[in-house]
């Protein structure tokens, strides 16, 4: 089992930077894809982004250039560094994992989340 917990979230402006953490535990997530995920109020959770093992990346077209993911295996963490903040991406973000080298953009393929952390940008 691995158990994911978010965090740095919060209330920021527009235009504002916020990095996102997500420490695993429970077992080595070092060969996992590990993912972001976000959902806003009334809508479904959304893919933001994904890095696979060896660092490889993928990002939605939404926060691409604006979004970075990164990984320290040494830490069992992942880092969401969101820079350019607009009040679209207001959501409770989610991490997710995956035993796998696939870089999944779906909700369903993730058998691991954590709770979420609430990202706030005001205009």
């Known amino acids: 089992q691995v158990q994911l917990v978010e965090s740095g979230g919060g209330l920021v402006q527009a235009g504002a930077s916020l990095t996102l953490s997500c420490a695993a535990s429970?077992?080595?997530?070092?060969?996992?894809?590990m993912g972001w995920f976000r959902q806003a109020p009334g809508k479904d959770r959304e893919f933001v982004a994904a890095?696979?093992?060896?660092?490889?990346?993928k990002y939605a077209n939404s926060v691409k250039g604006r979004f970075t993911i990164s990984r320290d295996n040494a830490k069992s963490t992942v880092y969401l560094q969101m820079n350019s903040l607009n009040p679209e991406d207001t959501a409770v973000y989610y991490c997710?994992?995956?035993?796998?080298?696939?870089?999944?953009?779906?909700?369903?393929?993730?058998?691991?989340w954590g709770q979420g952390t609430q990202v706030t940008v005001s205009s």
């Open positions: 997710a994992a995956r035993n796998t080298v696939v870089l999944f953009t779906t909700t369903s393929p993730y058998p691991y």
């Open positions: 429970g077992r080595t997530t070092s060969g996992f894809a």
């Open positions: 890095i696979g093992p060896s660092g490889d990346t």
